[in-house]
Structures are given as C-alpha cells and as structure tokens.
C-alpha cells in the first residue's frame, strides 16, 4: 500500500499570498495518477487537480500541480478567500487507492 | 454533467450491516469505476473499495472481509454493504465516479 503524507499540516496564509502544499509518496506513484481535491465544512470534496498537472474543469488557473515520481505539489498562486480549505492528495495508480491525511489552509 | 445522489440509513446499532446506495445521472454508466469512501468526524478520507458496471469490484484489504459491492445497470445504481459495524464505522460516507465527481455524503452514526 502506498502511503501519501502531506506538509505542512496546517498552513496559515493571507489573501493574496502564494501557497505551496507538499505530497510525498512511499513509493513511486504509477503514471503520476496522482490527485488533488479541495473540502470547505460540511461539504463533499471537490476535484482540483489530476494526473498530478492537469485541472479538472471549471478550476481557476490561479491552482496547478507539479511533480512526478514520488514528490507532488500543489500551489495555488494568489489566494483567495474562497480557497481556505482542507486538501487531500489521493493516488490512484494502484490499490488500495490511498489518500493522504490533509493539509488545513486557514487565514492568517 | 455527472450526479451522484446517495441515501441509506444514518442511524445503527454495533453488528448491524450498513447498506448504502448511489445512483448516477447525467453520465455514462459504463467505463468508469464506482467508488465508495468514508470520512470519520474530523479525520481523513479512506477508500473503501470500488466496482464496475460489470461488477468486477476491489476492495480495500483493511474493509474487504466485511464490505461487499454490488451494481444495477438497469437503473443506474451502485451499492455498498458493511457488515459487522462497530462505532469505528462511524463516518461520512461518499460515493463517486473513480476521481471526479462525489455524491453529497450520508453520516452514518453507529452507536447502542
């Protein structure tokens, strides 16, 4: 199984500021089928990012992924009070399909 | 665009056997895997399995002695049941297609 742990746990930015989100795998992801989603309270997740760089649709250019292997990153490039959320990476190249355990983005 | 729209019971006591089911609208059913996750209150997501329009199905080892999936094409639909339940069950419960689109979730509540 592979094991997606993501830093920082929580981080603390303001409206404007760039953020940078880390998800590092046990193992090499197969096809970088590697994902990104994004959860506000008391509401389901909402895919951003797949294939570890490409926007699902509807998602603003201001959020991209990076990475390959085992190393994947999301940044969001100018934040706005609308993206202070929970996001979970999520593999699934192979099963068990695994998520990390989140990174909460609050105000600071 | 892809609906997923999920109901089941939210309320059951230690042994009972959660049932869960999802319906898909506005999508292909077929070609996609159909997938169930759960949320424990304040926690992370876990993947409990997923199935086919086939019913070729994977389950997460930690759940797969006590999950079981089923589909019905006929109507759209995809299920889950878990067996056995005991409070460590107690989550959010999601079904969506693979990666890309989520029900609204059902909190399941296990408690005597």
């Known amino acids: 199984e592979i094991v997606l742990t993501q830093s920082p746990g929580t981080l603390s930015l303001s409206p404007g500021e760039r953020a940078t989100l880390s998800c590092r795998a046990t193992?090499?992801?197969?096809?970088?089928?590697l994902a990104w989603h994004q959860q506000k309270p008391g509401q389901a997740p909402r895919l951003l990012i797949y294939?570890?760089?490409s926007r699902a649709t509807g998602i603003p250019d201001r959020f991209s992924g990076s990475g390959s292997g085992t190393d994947f990153t999301l940044t969001i490039s100018r934040l706005e009070p609308e993206d202070f959320a929970v996001y979970h990476c999520?593999?699934?190249?192979?099963?068990?399909?695994?998520f990390g355990q989140g990174t909460r983005l609050e105000i600071k | 665009q892809v609906q997923l729209q999920q109901w089941g019971a939210g309320l059951l006591k230690p042994s009972e056997t959660l049932s869960l089911t999802c319906v898909v609208s506005g999508a292909s059913f077929s070609g996609y895997y159909w997938t169930w996750i759960r949320q424990p209150p304040g926690k992370g997501l876990e993947w409990i399995g997923e199935?086919?329009?086939?019913?070729?199905?994977n389950y997460n080892p930690s759940l797969k002695s006590r999950v079981t999936m089923s589909v019905d094409t006929s109507k759209n639909q995809f299920s889950l049941k878990l067996s056995s339940v005991t409070a460590a069950d107690t989550a959010v419960y999601y079904c969506?297609?693979?990666?890309?689109?989520w029900g609204q979730g059902t909190l399941v509540t296990v408690s005597s």
């Open positions: 199935i086919n329009h086939s019913g070729s199905t």
């Open positions: 999520q593999q699934y190249g192979s099963s068990p399909i695994t």
């Open positions: 294939g570890a760089s």
């Open positions: 969506a297609r693979r990666i890309d689109s």
């Open positions: 193992q090499s992801v197969a096809d970088n089928y």
